[in-house]
């Protein structure tokens, strides 16, 4: 399987592009924003590559941000996402605003995106509300902790991984301190990891 190509961008569609990698060419189709935050040809590129294999075909998707490919093999786990549609759907929210919507049920933002309808939309909702938190908790394995300005008590720790999951899934810090000092208030100090980001995720979408 290939999980990643660092080549020369040599062509651009509207939904695709291709990566000259030692002289073979490799068809990578991605969402809008990934396309255009590629570099012009005959610029070097690296992308995430997700290798989808058919009896007919050995497709690739590409993707800039590992937030975004993670979405990416979630949302195509629903009954009726396949890829084109979950490409549509990060089109339309990227990592952060899509676990916020999912966090919040918010359909309407879901039904944004082409091709998904207030049933798809329900689905999403039903079967990732409790796995959009998770997700981000995941993003970048929180490797790099970040600095937050939350007291030294029992829950400043998990307020900190709360505050370095929403950073990277994109939020600005203050937003991203302001939403996780309320949920904290909201939830308590016995409150667990997972829902305190999706609590944060819900004032984020408000």
């Known amino acids: 399987m290939i999980a ?21 060419g490799y068809l990578v189709y991605a969402s809008a924003p990934t396309l255009a935050a ?23 998707y590409g993707f800039t941000e590992a937030a975004e490919r993670d979405w990416f093999r979630l949302l195509t786990t629903v009954q009726g996402v ?3 549609v979950a490409l549509a759907i990060l089109a339309t929210l990227p990592p952060g605003p899509l ?64 505050l370095s999951a929403l950073l990277n899934l994109g939020y600005r810090r203050a937003e991203a301190e302001a939403a996780v000092s309320r949920a904290a208030r909201e939830l308590g100090a016995e409150a667990d990891l997972d829902p305190l980001i ?3 995720l819900r004032f984020l979408l408000r």
């Open 198 to 200: 999706r609590a944060s």
């Open 99 to 162: 676990a916020a919507a999912i966090a919040g049920g918010d359909r309407a933002a879901l039904t944004r995106a082409p091709g998904v309808g207030a049933k798809l939309a329900a689905r999403l909702v039903t079967e990732l509300r409790e796995r959009a938190g998770a997700m981000a908790t995941s993003t970048h394995g929180l490797a790099a902790r970040a600095e937050a300005p939350f007291p030294s008590d029992p829950m400043a720790a998990m307020a900190t991984d709360a």
């Open 82 to 84: 396949g890829a084109k």
């Open 38 to 60: 590629l570099p012009a040809p005959p610029s070097v590129a690296t992308l995430l590559i997700e290798t989808h294999v058919r009896e007919d075909a050995l497709l690739l």
């Open 4 to 24: 990643r190509l660092v080549g020369q961008v040599v062509q651009q569609g509207a939904d695709h592009c291709v990566i000259d990698v030692g002289g073979v």
